[in-house]
């Protein structure tokens, strides 16, 4: 997409007349009633006698569908003299407009996503890809394409949004922006695919920028209890960010990147946290937490977001750079825009020495473990049906399988280049070929990969990216020293949850499901079904800081140790008591699935192939 030159273009001033060229967009955060924020849309000028208004099906990077018309009420079209037009809801996302030549404005009111009310159904928005007016707290979450539509067949024409709000209030987004007043902001799009591309968040100003390689990286927070800042962010992803600028070459391939990054001290609607990505941003909704807490689940879900600026920003097929909003079809290559994304994310961080083979290996077999939960199919077929209700349960396989697919891909290069080449050569290569303004055709990318690479690379897409056959997973490691076993007894330190299945309940805590009576440290430790975890060893123990206490446990508790854990267990029907676990850590044995270990010998050659593929540099 083009970047807009606001002197050059000349952007048509509303007047006395509506023949327009351009959308112009009024936002009012200030008049928000019963969380509902009104919208009021000036279009460019209709050369027909009926149109359509259209909000969002589907938008890039869900994968899901989410009928963002369904959030929109009180719809009206009018005339220059006020003349309301007559207006039909042809469907949930499609409002057909009469006498369409006479269209002045239409307005509307729009209800956020991270809220229910009456009509919401059971098809609920995960909230970084949504919309939250929360007034009360004077925090907006608006990702552009929950707010705002275009007209039939006018998706490619400039938009100008004007957004009012407190003076108190910063808006802070990658989107180009104007200052009119202290209380009102205009931002400026090439087309709708852009202004949809480009979130934005108000609340009362946590913002940190600095320059990262070539480009200016802002980091805005909304922490509602002021646990978090956009300081502890910034400071806690800078070094990854540097890393991630030298794995791309030393040059980031955007000029700006805005992390948008939204706490919540209550259970969210949808029950999970994660982020969205865009081009030059990404939004975050996420549990509130201090940043010894929360730092490691921001830091892995930053590391994964930022590199969408390699794919599809820059690397994309048809089915994404023209988008279809309503009627969308989905490209084959989900391994790619996800898959590949998600491998980087771990690969850089052993590569640039943010952590050790040891723990990039645990994140590999974990991959292995979860996608074994999922069948062998197809994974471009999976990609191209991913809407449909069979295919749409896999989808999160892509962050599993498709970064497994990913590294193999990686060896694949490196092996038959004899390291000359790798999957960030590779992308580079693809980003030139095609960049942001040129789509590669779905069915031509494997091919175009085979004639830049090997025909051995042809084969393995073909076979396991296409086809439905497992991953060879112990050839590919095996290339690089790593012993690969399915399975293997081993001895480890009991977990202190160990013996117990666990799950959530409706207010997101964790509880003990189930017990195994003979599991000598779960029966030592006397925990109940439905006991509350509170607290592991004085630490306050949330879906938030769940990760950081069990990695930190697991490196730091040794046989003998004595392990304290806090629940709240129901004594009495509706009566519940804090009660104080303890027991003496103790040695098991554990079958371990997807077991990898280093060659304690390797050849010459599976010694330089492993040194290409983890070591900068090399």
Same mark, same amino acid.
Request: net charge negative; proline share 4%.
């Given at each position: 997409?083009?970047?807009?030159?606001?002197?050059?273009?000349?952007?048509?001033?509303?007047?006395?007349?509506?023949?327009?060229?351009?959308?112009?967009?009024?936002?009012?955060?200030?008049?928000?009633?019963?969380?509902?924020?009104?919208?009021?849309?000036?279009?460019?000028?209709?050369?027909?006698?009926?149109?359509?208004?259209?909000?969002?099906?589907?938008?890039?990077?869900?994968?899901?569908?989410?009928?963002?018309?369904?959030?929109?009420?009180?719809?009206?079209?009018?005339?220059?003299?006020?003349?309301?037009?007559?207006?039909?809801?042809?469907?949930?996302?499609?409002?057909?407009?009469?006498?369409?030549?006479?269209?002045?404005? !239409?307005? @509307?009111? &729009?209800? *956020? %996503?991270?809220?229910?009310?009456?009509?919401?159904?059971?098809? /609920? #928005?995960?909230?970084?890809?949504?919309?939250?007016?929360?007034?009360?707290?004077?925090?907006?979450?608006?990702?552009?394409?929950?707010?705002?539509?275009?007209?039939?067949?006018?998706?490619?024409?400039?938009?100008?949004?004007?957004?009012?709000?407190?003076?108190?209030?910063?808006?802070?987004?990658?989107?180009?922006?104007?200052?009119?007043?202290?209380?009102?902001?205009?931002?400026?799009?090439?087309?709708?695919?852009?202004?949809?591309?480009?979130? !934005?968040? @108000?609340? &009362?100003? *946590? %913002?940190?920028?600095?320059?990262?390689?070539?480009?200016?990286? /802002? #980091?805005?927070?909304?922490?509602?209890?002021?646990?978090?800042?956009?300081?502890?962010?910034?400071?806690?992803?800078?070094?990854?960010?540097?890393?991630?600028?030298?794995?791309?070459?030393?040059?980031?391939?955007?000029?700006?990147?805005?992390?948008?990054?939204?706490?919540?001290?209550?259970?969210?609607?949808?029950?999970?946290?994660?982020?969205?990505?865009?081009?030059?941003?990404?939004?975050?909704?996420?549990?509130?937490?201090?940043?010894?807490? !929360?730092?490691?689940?921001?830091? *892995?879900?930053?590391?994964?977001?930022?590199?969408?600026?390699?794919?599809?920003?820059?690397?994309?097929?048809?089915?994404?750079?023209?988008?279809?909003?309503?009627?969308?079809?989905?490209?084959?290559?989900?391994?790619?825009?996800?898959?590949?994304?998600?491998?980087?994310?771990?690969?850089?961080?052993?590569?640039?020495?943010?952590?050790?083979?040891?723990?990039?290996?645990?994140?590999?077999?974990?991959?292995?473990?979860?996608?074994?939960?999922?069948?062998?199919?197809?994974?471009?077929?999976?990609?191209?049906?991913?809407?449909?209700?069979?295919?749409?349960?896999?989808?999160?396989?892509?962050?599993?399988?498709?970064?497994?697919?990913?590294?193999?891909?990686?060896?694949?290069?490196?092996?038959?280049?004899?390291?000359?080449?790798?999957?960030?050569?590779?992308?580079?290569?693809?980003?030139?070929?095609?960049?942001?303004?040129?789509?590669?055709?779905?069915?031509?990318?494997?091919?175009?990969?085979?004639?830049?690479?090997?025909?051995?690379?042809?084969?393995?897409?073909?076979?396991?990216?296409?086809?439905?056959?497992?991953?060879?997973?112990?050839?590919?490691?095996?290339?690089?020293?790593?012993?690969?076993?399915?399975?293997?007894?081993?001895?480890?330190?009991?977990?202190?949850?160990?013996?117990?299945?666990?799950?959530?309940?409706?207010?997101?805590?964790?509880?003990?499901?189930?017990?195994?009576?003979?599991?000598?440290?779960?029966?030592?430790?006397?925990?109940?079904?439905?006991?509350?975890?509170?607290?592991?060893?004085?630490?306050?123990?949330?879906?938030?800081?769940?990760?950081?206490?069990?990695?930190?446990?697991?490196?730091?508790?040794?046989?003998?140790?004595?392990?304290?854990?806090?629940?709240?267990?129901?004594?009495?029907?509706?009566?519940?008591?804090?009660?104080?676990?303890?027991?003496?850590?103790?040695?098991?044995?554990?079958?371990?699935?997807?077991?990898?270990?280093?060659?304690?010998?390797?050849?010459?050659?599976?010694?330089?192939?492993?040194?290409?593929?983890?070591?900068?540099?090399?």
């Amino acid at each position: 997409m083009k970047k807009l030159l606001i002197g050059a273009l000349g952007l048509i001033v509303l007047n006395a007349t509506h023949a327009q060229k351009n959308y112009s967009i009024e936002i009012d955060l200030t008049a928000t009633t019963n969380d509902q924020v009104p919208v009021t849309v000036y279009p460019p000028a209709v050369d027909a006698d009926t149109t359509e208004y259209q909000m969002a099906k589907v938008v890039p990077g869900t994968y899901s569908i989410s009928d963002f018309g369904r959030f929109v009420s009180n719809f009206k079209a009018v005339d220059e003299q006020g003349n309301e037009l007559s207006v039909e809801k042809l469907s949930t996302n499609r409002w057909q407009i009469a006498n369409a030549k006479s269209i002045y404005k !239409i307005s @509307y009111l &729009i209800d *956020d %996503t991270w809220d229910e009310f009456d009509g919401y159904g059971d098809n /609920i #928005v995960f909230e970084p890809g949504g919309t939250n007016i929360n007034a009360s707290s004077d925090a907006y979450v608006m990702n552009t394409f929950g707010f705002i539509g275009y007209m039939e067949g006018m998706k490619f024409v400039p938009f100008e949004l004007s957004i009012k709000h407190n003076q108190e209030n910063y808006g802070a987004t990658a989107l180009r922006k104007e200052v009119i007043s202290p209380t009102e902001d205009k931002y400026f799009a090439d087309d709708f695919n852009f202004l949809a591309d480009g979130p !934005i968040m @108000y609340s &009362i100003p *946590d %913002t940190v920028t600095r320059r990262i390689a070539n480009a200016e990286i /802002i #980091v805005s927070v909304y922490s509602p209890n002021n646990m978090l800042s956009a300081k502890d962010v910034m400071d806690n992803i800078y070094d990854l960010m540097e890393a991630q600028s030298n794995y791309l070459g030393g040059k980031l391939p955007v000029d700006r990147y805005a992390y948008l990054i939204y706490l919540n001290d209550e259970s969210t609607l949808s029950g999970s946290m994660g982020a969205l990505e865009h081009s030059y941003s990404s939004v975050y909704s996420l549990p509130e937490a201090s940043a010894e807490r !929360i730092g490691q689940t921001v830091r *892995d879900v930053a590391a994964h977001e930022f590199f969408h600026i390699v794919t599809p920003l820059n690397i994309h097929s048809k089915e994404i750079g023209e988008f279809n909003y309503i009627e969308p079809e989905m490209s084959k290559h989900l391994w790619l825009y996800e898959g590949v994304t998600e491998y980087s994310s771990m690969h850089v961080q052993v590569k640039y020495n943010l952590y050790g083979p040891d723990k990039f290996m645990s994140e590999i077999q974990d991959k292995l473990r979860v996608a074994d939960r999922f069948p062998l199919v197809s994974f471009t077929e999976m990609s191209e049906r991913i809407l449909e209700p069979e295919y749409e349960r896999m989808y999160t396989n892509v962050y599993y399988k498709g970064a497994l697919i990913g590294m193999c891909l990686d060896l694949y290069l490196i092996k038959y280049s004899d390291g000359e080449k790798d999957l960030q050569w590779l992308m580079r290569e693809l980003a030139k070929k095609y960049g942001k303004e040129v789509s590669f055709d779905d069915d031509e990318l494997f091919g175009v990969i085979e004639e830049l690479t090997y025909p051995e690379v042809g084969e393995f897409l073909q076979t396991y990216v296409a086809g439905d056959a497992p991953l060879p997973i112990q050839e590919v490691l095996g290339w690089a020293g790593i012993n690969y076993t399915e399975e293997k007894t081993v001895t480890t330190t009991a977990s202190f949850r160990s013996g117990v299945g666990i799950t959530l309940n409706e207010d997101r805590e964790i509880v003990v499901e189930e017990v195994d009576t003979e599991n000598e440290f779960a029966a030592d430790m006397g925990y109940k079904p439905g006991d509350v975890i509170l607290k592991i060893n004085k630490q306050e123990f949330t879906l938030a800081t769940a990760q950081a206490i069990i990695e930190e446990y697991m490196e730091t508790i040794k046989p003998g140790d004595k392990v304290k854990v806090e629940v709240r267990r129901e004594v009495k029907e509706g009566k519940f008591k804090t009660k104080k676990l303890k027991a003496k850590a103790t040695e098991e044995e554990t079958k371990v699935k997807h077991f990898l270990e280093l060659d304690k010998d390797p050849s010459e050659e599976q010694y330089k192939t492993l040194q290409s593929w983890i070591i900068a540099g090399k």
